[in-house]
T-cell receptor
Framework: GAGVSQSPRYKVAKRGQDVALRCDPI?????LFWYQQALGQGPEFLTY????????KSGLPSDRFFAERPEGSVSTLKIQRTQQEDSAVYLC???????????????FGSGTRLTVV | AQKITQTQPGMFVQEKEAVTLDCTYD???????LFWYKQPSSGEMIFLIY????DQQNATEGRYSLNFQKARKSANLVISASQLGDSAMYFC?????????????????WGLGTSLAVNP
């Protein structure tokens, strides 16, 4: 597609519910990132994929968070047993090459706004 | 300690005037890149401009320019001739270990952002 697509756009979950957030990166983009942006804050890194390989998951806040990109394209961020502190906008970003050119900006999706009640 | 500091939570500017958004950074890595992104109310992050630590000249992209003062570790964004559509959140971000780092993790470290309102 022309841009990075994220779905759903909004998600309201009851505390304890499992949720799955989807990211469709730009076709052919190798790198894919997930960020968490709490209200009034800057984004915080969650995890990074290069193709299907999850090379860094150091930002995942707990073992309730799990991300996958099984075929190197679409990625899913799953949050189990959601808590109120999980309420945030979850941003996905992709880029064409991981290291070739320093002067590139990632293309971000519009995010999924998760509200846990 | 914050690696990216944006000290202006909110800024106002008159349409057609220039505005400077401040950003200071902290890193011990001699190789790094600095980015500015715009986030309108719709939520997507829009890439504006990039400055590499070894770049000799300040970056410019249309109405955006970056006032890069390496010794002071500041990378202020200057928007000239402000337009109503410039009203948004602006984030400064840093990526460490480039351009020579071939490492796989290219994550961005972000500031808290500055909310810019352009008045007609």
């Amino acid at each position: 597609g022309a841009g990075v697509s994220q779905s759903p756009r909004y998600k309201v979950a009851k505390r304890g519910q499992d949720v799955a957030l989807r990211c469709d990166p730009i076709s052919g983009h190798v790198s894919l990132f997930w960020y968490q942006q709490a209200l009034g804050q800057g984004p915080e890194f969650l995890t990074y994929f290069q193709n299907e390989a999850q090379l860094d998951k150091s930002g995942l806040p707990s073992d309730r968070f799990f991300a996958e990109r099984p075929e190197g394209s679409v990625s899913t961020l799953k949050i189990q047993r959601t808590q109120q502190e999980d309420s945030a906008v979850y941003l996905c970003a992709s880029s064409l090459r991981p290291t070739t050119s320093p002067n590139y900006g990632y293309t971000f999706g519009s995010g999924t706004r998760l509200t846990v009640v | 300690a914050q690696k990216i500091t944006q000290t202006q939570p909110g800024m106002f500017v008159q349409e057609k005037e220039a505005v400077t958004l401040d950003c200071t950074y902290d890193t011990s890595d001699p190789s790094y890149g600095l980015f500015w992104y715009k986030q309108p109310s719709s939520g997507e992050m829009i890439f504006l401009i990039y400055q590499g630590s070894y770049d000799q000249q300040n970056a410019t992209e249309g109405r955006y320019s970056l006032n890069f003062q390496k010794a002071r570790k500041s990378a202020n964004l200057v928007i000239s001739a402000s337009q109503l559509g410039d009203s948004a959140m602006y984030f400064c971000a840093m990526r460490e270990g480039e351009p020579f780092n071939a490492g796989n993790n290219r994550k961005l470290i972000w500031g808290l952002g500055t909310s810019l309102a352009v008045n007609p």
